[in-house]
């Protein structure tokens, strides 16, 4: 890739999976060879916790949203425990509870804008940035959604998830007309789906008549085995068996979807 893709992984409505989608779409770029950099841009820190694996002397994401220089920047990024010797990188700018004073209820353009002031400082480095939203339109999402190319939506086929969408997809277009207009909705990925559940099978019908195309395939069906492999902090390509290796597809298709330039 010429240019780096920023993806922002987000969903207003907690509780569905969002990192772990960010860890599978990750999974897949690593596994396509693609340089890729994880921010956590979630006070929980979830996705840092999952991934780092070396110290970053207390640089994280809070250092760069109060001060996006080149230093910093090299110090708040920390390599994966994925990565070996030899692989396409796959790294963290770490997050921070910290990063929680930069949810103020009435951003500036100018704190809106310290995250897209950062990445031009190394997008050179990197072929995709994926960064991992908190669950809500605060200050901190839309500081992400400003430095990214597109948004990829996280929901479950339940009723709240459906109303968290329509939330979502009006909050993209209200950044996209006061903050950036290129920015994109990637598509919605629907996981925690139980085939067995016919409030599943009846919200799935229900997102499938409002959000139509938005709604990326195939989708995730609930599983453990995406938490025991982040817990052995192994990617999901290369977790043992042939389910894993099945979901691991599954990522791979959703990923060339949300990277497709196409897609609006």
Not at 68 to 95: E, R
Not at 196 to 217: V, Y
């Amino acid at each position: 890739m010429v240019i780096v893709q920023v993806v922002s992984v987000s969903s207003l409505k907690g509780g569905v999976g969002k990192t772990t989608i960010t860890l599978g779409l990750a999974s897949a770029a690593y596994a396509s060879g693609l340089r890729t950099l994880i921010i956590d841009m979630d006070p929980q820190s979830d996705v840092s916790a999952a991934l780092a694996s070396r110290s970053t002397h207390g640089y994280t994401v809070d250092t760069i949203l109060r001060s996006p220089t080149n230093k910093n920047m090299k110090l708040a990024i920390a390599p994966s425990s994925w990565t070996a010797q030899g692989d396409s990188a796959v790294d963290v700018l770490m997050g921070s509870q910290a990063s929680s004073q930069h949810d103020v209820p009435q951003p500036t353009r100018n704190d809106l804008w310290r995250l897209e002031e950062a990445l031009v400082l190394i997008e050179k480095r990197y072929d995709l940035v994926l960064i991992d939203c908190p669950p809500s339109f605060n200050a901190l999402t839309q500081t992400a959604w400003t430095a990214s190319d597109a948004v990829a939506i996280v929901a479950e086929p339940g009723l709240f998830s459906v109303t968290a969408v329509h939330r979502t997809l009006n909050a993209i277009e209200s950044i996209r007309q006061s903050m950036s207009p290129r920015i994109r909705t990637a598509g919605v990925i629907i996981n925690r789906h139980r085939p067995d559940s016919r409030e599943h099978q009846f919200r799935l019908g229900e997102m499938d008549q409002l959000f139509g195309d938005h709604i990326l395939t195939p989708i995730i069906d609930e599983t453990l085995m995406m938490q025991q492999a982040t817990g052995a902090a192994t990617p999901i390509h290369r977790w043992p068996g042939e389910p894993s290796q099945t979901l691991a597809q599954k990522f791979d298709l959703i990923l060339r979807q949300i990277l497709a330039p196409n897609r609006v």
